[in-house]
């Protein structure tokens, strides 16, 4: 028997205008589509690519057992995620194996903080898998927010606010241009990072970049501590002061 393909399908930021000509072709082809979505959810991957999914396709949701109810760095966390992504992987495989290609929606790009990256290593060695990669939500930020990032000699770092606060602080100082994700509930501490380090007055926060929702605005004028799972932080590059300054 011909065994099936495995895909992982980058679909964009949130615009669905943003999935790319080959993800929407893979979609619409898939008899498997995976998703990854929280518990009495859909998924924004799986909502994005909506009208591409046909409606013969076996949907295949993998619900995640825990988000934020445990702390990532705990023991219990780390167990609750490897069994999540071990039967996860085992449906998928099981789905290849009996000839049917699998697409495994991920928002963004599958390779660039995506839950895909899981799936693949645990797959990929047995059957054949094919990335197609996505506008990554770094770049739809940047792009709802009109804010070019690196001008020059910039150095471009990308850094999860999932770190400690020293850790963090450690990578940002002397940073040119920064991307800092994984925002949440630790927007409070990202947020002290940067004013403790003077890059908060060139700093954008946005939220759901690209999507209908989406908003942007200068750090300083963000007033609470509420930041959703679809918001980070940009920080342009130092260098357009210096090309500005020489015209």
């Not at 959810?41 to 690519?49: L, P, S, V």
């Not at 606010?161 to 002397?174: F, I, M, N, V």
């Amino acid at each position: 028997m011909t065994r099936g393909t495995l895909y992982g399908v980058g679909v964009g930021p949130g615009d669905p205008e943003l999935m790319t000509l080959k993800a929407a072709r893979i979609i619409a082809a898939a008899p498997v589509i995976a998703y990854f979505a929280k518990r009495g959810g859909r998924g924004t991957a799986r909502a994005i690519a909506e009208t591409h999914i046909a409606s013969t396709a076996i949907e295949l949701p993998l619900i995640y057992p825990i988000t934020i109810e445990l702390p990532a760095e705990g023991a219990e966390y780390h167990r609750l995620i490897v069994a999540f992504y071990d039967k996860a992987a085992a449906s998928i495989a099981a789905h290849l194996a009996e000839g049917r290609d699998v697409a495994v929606l991920c928002e963004g790009d599958p390779l660039f903080y995506g839950s895909y990256m899981y799936l693949h290593d645990r797959v990929a060695d047995r059957f054949v898998a094919e990335v197609v990669p996505g506008v990554t939500g770094m770049a739809g930020c940047a792009a709802a927010a009109g804010l070019p990032m690196t001008y020059g000699n910039d150095v471009l770092l990308i850094v999860p606010g999932t770190l400690s606060e020293p850790e963090l602080e450690r990578r940002l100082a002397g940073t040119q241009a920064a991307v800092i994700m994984k925002l949440g509930r630790n927007f409070p501490k990202v947020r002290r990072v940067l004013h403790r380090l003077g890059l908060a007055d060139r700093a954008t926060y946005v939220e759901r970049g690209t999507m209908s929702n989406g908003s942007a605005m200068p750090l300083t004028q963000k007033r609470d501590d509420a930041a959703p799972y679809f918001s980070l932080v940009l920080v342009p590059g130092r260098e357009r002061r210096i090309l500005a300054e020489a015209v």
